[in-house]
Structures are given as C-alpha cells and as structure tokens.
C-alpha cells in the first residue's frame, strides 16, 4: 500500500500545480488555451518533449523489447530522435511564427486561413479529434491499471482510472495550458530521471548485468533479442515514417504556439535527441533484462515487465517512487484534453460565430465545459471497456499512420505557394481511407496465415498490415504527398491576397542602398 | 553551407538503416549489445545534426515575430 500513497501524495501534488496555474492565469482565451504564449525555453522543451511521450514510452517500449530485443530501440526510438526535433525546426518554428502574427491557435485555424476553405477545415478538425480520443481512453485505463498494481489490488481498477481522471480534468480546467505545461515540465523531469534511476537500482541488485546477458547470449533461442534479428529490414525502413505524425498531432502543434519566442526552439530541437536517449533506452534495455530472469511470458502480459523489475529488485518506497515515474508518463493525456479542448473552442466555436455572440469570456468556460465532458466521456467508455485496451491500442497504431500521412498537407501549406485546398482535401481523404481500409484488412486477417487475397501484395504482422512488406505507414504518406501535389496542380490557387499574406514578397533593396 | 548540411542530413538519416549490425550479438564492455550501442550513438549523431542546424541554418526571418506588435 506504501506504493500507492506515494502515488497518491504525487497526484496530489500535480493538481496543486494546476491550481498554482490558476492563479497565474488571465481570463483571456489566449493565456487560458496557449499560455498566453509565453512559456520560458526550459518548461518549453520539457513540456514539449512530455507531451510526445506516453505510457507506451516506458511501459510498452519494455514489453516489446521482452519480445523483439534491443532493435525496438533503433525501430523507434533513434529514428525519432532525427526526426521529431527535424519537424519541430521545419515546421513547428514556422507554425509558431504564423500562429504569433495571425493569431491562430490550432493547425485548423491556419490551413482555413492559408487556403481560403472552411468546410475542409471541419473536416480536417473531425479526422484529427477522431484520432485523438483513443489516447484519453487508454490513458485513464493506463491510469486505472498502474494504480491497481502498484497498491496489490487495494485501489481497484475502477477507481485508480477515476482518481486518474478527476486529477487531469482538475488541472486542465482550472490551469488550461498553463497548467498543462507545467505539469508535464514536472511530470517529464521526473520521468527522464526514473529511467537512469532504474538501471543503477536494478543493476546494483543484481550485481550487473552481465550475467543476465551473458544468460541471453547463451541460449540460441533467446539470442536474437541482443540484435534487431527479430525486426525486417523493411519494418525497421517504415518506422523512419512513423515520427512524421508527431507535429500533426494537435497537441504537439498546439503547444509548439505556446513558447515565448521563436529563439525557445533552439535548445528544444538540439536536446530532444538526448531526451529519447534517456528515457527509452533504459526501458528497452530492462525489456531485455526481464526477459532473460523472467522468460517465457506472452505477448499481452508484458506490459509490467518494467514494474515487475522494479517491485522485486527495490524497497517499496523506492519502487512508489518510481511508480509515480510511470504514472507521469501514463497520465499524459492532459495535453490532448487539452487540444480537444481548444480544438472545439477555435475550429467550431469560434469559427462558428459563438466567439463574436458571447465573447471572450465564455469562450474560455465553454474550453472548461468541453475539459469536463472529454473526461467524463473517457472515464465511461474505460469502465465499460475494461480489458478491451487492444481495441484502443490498434487505434491509436492507426492514428500514428494517418497523422504522418497529414504531414505532407502541412509541408505543402507552408513551403509550397501553389498547393490548394483541393490538394489537402485529396490527401486527407486518401488517409481517412487508407487508415480505415488498413484497419479492415487487419480485422479480416491473421497472423502466420496466409492473406485472405492479393498474398503477393499484402501480408500479416502480429501487430499490423504489411503492403510488400512495408507497415502502412508508407504507401499512406507517399500517396499522401503525391495527391497533394498532383491534386493542387489541377486546381485553381488561392487568391493573390492570400498567397502574399503567407509568402510575402522579398524587399528589393535598390544596389546603392546596399552595405 | 545548406546544400553541406542537407546532403550531411541525408548521410544521418540513410545511417539509421544499420543492416550490417542487423545480426550482431556482440556484446560490448560484456553488458551492451552492439546493435543498441550503435542507436544510443545516433541520438547523440541526432542531437549534433540538430545543433548544426539550430547554428547553420535558422530561420532568422522568424525572429521578426519575436518582436512586440506597435
């Protein structure tokens, strides 16, 4: 029970931070839903970074390992580590800079406004809001799940999901981003420091690891998790995509508007890279670990291998401790709520005249209204789906896929003056389709069977599709790039107005005024 | 100096595809597998890309931004 005290007192303590938040905060819909763009580079990058990891980052990326081996690492770790701090410079600086001069505050707000359209917009707003709410549901069942095993079963399931939930709804309602960003500033130190924590507690119990390894590279069966054996060169090729979804996920885009200055990305893309390192290399590596002192477990049931270490190799405050480490990683659905939330406000909301009708003011306790309802909402459908996380967890396999399929809509929008609505509209169609067809073939497949028709073409892996044995991920993003580029050149451009609005003209300096 | 640092961005990003560690069991220091040695580098290999980047190639035109509205 020591554990789950502990857990509770962090709780506790998270929610006090939110209140804090509060009491910082203006009554402006900008400082509630953005900060009032004005967060310092440390909380910046620290609330960046935590926002993009999730239970999987710690939890889930340890159970794989049990399973795949130390390749989990390179498959999605350091192909994120380029690519993440890659989009954050490319197209977050500029998302920032646009944000700051038009006012936007969502990534719906801008591509309305760049490409002259309001029902694309909705629809863009849908397929986004659609795919977030798979991360709240896990989240609060995350939550639910960690409480119960960290405590023995003394806090059930039920419960620790709706302690959960009630403390993110508390500090996104009252602190709205501020909050938010704070928390997760908090939350992410405290997680970069458990997995550091974790190796040197679990390795000085066990005097090292090189007995464990050496176990490993003994047997010819469990051998391969000391390589990326266990992983196609094709899968580990398609994963290089995958981190493409991070700046589309409204949260990670709404935030990157929140920094006080343009300069506050600097330290973030330089130090992000490290970040990952910190934090998934332990979980990979104890996923091994557990592996060799625990084999035999099957996929489904290794989720914990982590908390298992963890409750037999340290004392119980120590393994409280670090437990409130996972719970800050599990509970990272703030910042969605979060988005979903200003998502509704900006692209509906507001755009639907209900800013101009009743202010301000109401605007912002509409924000709080919807904070209520997405937790409430999520807290449901976990008590009444509980033990159907899969469900959830292949949903969200997908979203990753179609968010990066969106990344090239965003690449168009700010680097290519000729792109068009109709181009992003063909895009965004062709990856609702893609992610839904991919699913479909999914659900009527099975794994080390033969593919129901066209084997030559599509395959089964344990957790996804293949299409000539690359993840989905990558026709979806390529065919996404070609529709929005070959889709915008059939069409009409928006207006001149619009164009030197987003591409201004370059100032001709006259030759004998130059130095 | 882009097109140095593009091309040198292209080499970081075709060096993630680490085929010939694909197999390797080597353990190195008797605790550390090659194959994850070699990942836990690129992240450092990463992070250097990045602060060329944040050094070379800014995107100064932004900071207009940084200043208050008249």
Known sequence: MIPAI????????????????????????????????????T???????????TAFSILGSSGMAYHRGIGVFGLMASSSALVIPL??????????????????????????????CGHIGTFLFAISAAMLVPYIVIAVMGGGVTMERISGGAVPYAAGGGVVALVVMGYVFFGGMRGTAWVNAFQTALFLSFGAAAIVLIA?????????????????????????????????LSFMFIPLSSIMFPHVSIMCLTAKKVGHFRKTVVLYPLCILALWAPAVY???????????????????????????HTGVVVSGVLGAGIMACVMSSDSQIMALSTMFTQDVFAYYKGKERFGDRVQVWTGRAFVVAIAAGAYAIAIALRGKASIFDIAIRFAFSGFAAL?????????????????????????????????????????????????????????????????????????????????????RP?????LARYFPPAVNVPTSFQG | MKRALAGGLVLVILLHQDFWLAKNATLLFGFLPAGLAYHMAYTGLAALAMAALVRW???RELEDEDRPAP
């Open chain 2, 57 to 59: 190639a800014w995107p």
């Open chain 1, 43 to 53: 909380v910046f990058l620290l609330s960046l970074f935590g926002t993009n990891m």
């Open chain 1, 87 to 116: 989009t954050i410079y490319l197209i977050g600086t500029r998302l920032w800079a646009i944000g700051k001069r038009f006012g936007h505050m969502t990534q719906v707000q801008f591509l309305r406004d760049r490409w002259d």
């Open chain 1, 204 to 236: 000085g119990d066990l005097g090292g690891f090189d007995g464990e390894m050496a176990k490993l590279a003994g047997d010819p069966k469990r051998a391969p998790l000391l390589s990326r054996e266990r992983i196609s060169e094709r899968e580990f």
């Open chain 1, 6 to 41: 502990i857990v509770f007192a962090y709780l506790a303590g998270i929610f006090y931070i939110g209140i804090f938040a509060f009491r910082r905060g203006k009554a402006s819909g900008e400082d509630f839903f953005l900060a009032g763009r004005g967060l310092g580079p």
């Open chain 1, 407 to 491: 990344a090239p809509v965003m690449l168009a929008a700010l680097f290519w003056r000729r792109s068009t609505k109709w181009g992003a509209l063909a895009a965004s169609a062709w990856t609702l389709a893609a992610a839904l067809g991919s699913w479909w073939l999914f659900s009527i497949s099975a794994p080390g069977k033969p593919f129901p028709f066209l084997p030559e073409v599509f395959g089964r892996a344990p957790g996804n599709v293949t299409v000539w044995g690359f993840q989905p991920v990558v026709p979806m993003v390529l065919g996404s790039a070609l529709l929005v580029w070959l889709v915008s050149l059939l069409t």
């Open chain 1, 494 to 498: 928006p207006s001149p107005a619009t």
């Open chain 1, 286 to 312: 104890l996923g091994v670990i557990a592996a060799a002192r625990n084999p035999g477990l099957a996929p489904g049931q290794t989720d914990d291998v982590l908390l298992w270490l963890l409750s037999n």
